[in-house]
Nanobody
Framework: QVQLVESGGGLVQAGGSLRLSCAAS????????MGWFRQAPGKEREFVCG????????AYADSVKGRFTISRDNAKNTLYLQMNSLKPEDTAVYYC???????????????????WGKGTQVTVSS
């Protein structure tokens, strides 16, 4: 079992940056592919980015490519999301998720992930 706790959200002006962290408990973190998803009010949860267990494969939604960077530190059981050049449309609750399945590449669908954090709010003002 994996427990996930996000942190680092907040209020930032457009063009600013934030770094989200996701602390994972359990010994299986280093085996899991990990992902970040987000959900804005009135919208469905959407894939943001993902990273495989080793960090050697990543995937990004087109809307965040070139602005967001996902990374992980398996020694610290922590997942990160560096968000630069933030836009008002990035405003959402951000969730980290763990996939305990055996996949070479990170999944891009929420159904591929088994465990979820409670989320952290990111608000970007214009």
């Amino acid at each position: 079992q994996v427990q996930l706790v996000e942190s680092g959200g907040g209020l930032v002006q457009a063009g600013g940056s934030l770094r989200l962290s996701c602390a994972a408990s359990g010994r299986t973190f280093s085996w899991c592919n990990m992902g970040w998803f987000r959900q804005a009010p009135g919208k469905e949860r959407e894939f943001v980015c993902g990273i495989n267990w080793s960090g050697g494969s990543t995937a990004y939604a087109d809307s965040v490519k070139g602005r967001f960077t996902i990374s992980r530190d398996n020694a610290k059981n922590t997942l990160y999301l560096q968000m630069n050049s933030l836009k008002p449309e990035d405003t959402a609750v951000y969730y980290c998720a763990a996939d305990t399945g055996i996949r070479i590449r990170p999944g891009i669908r929420w159904g591929e992930y088994d465990y979820w954090g409670k989320g952290t709010q990111v608000t970007v003002s214009s």
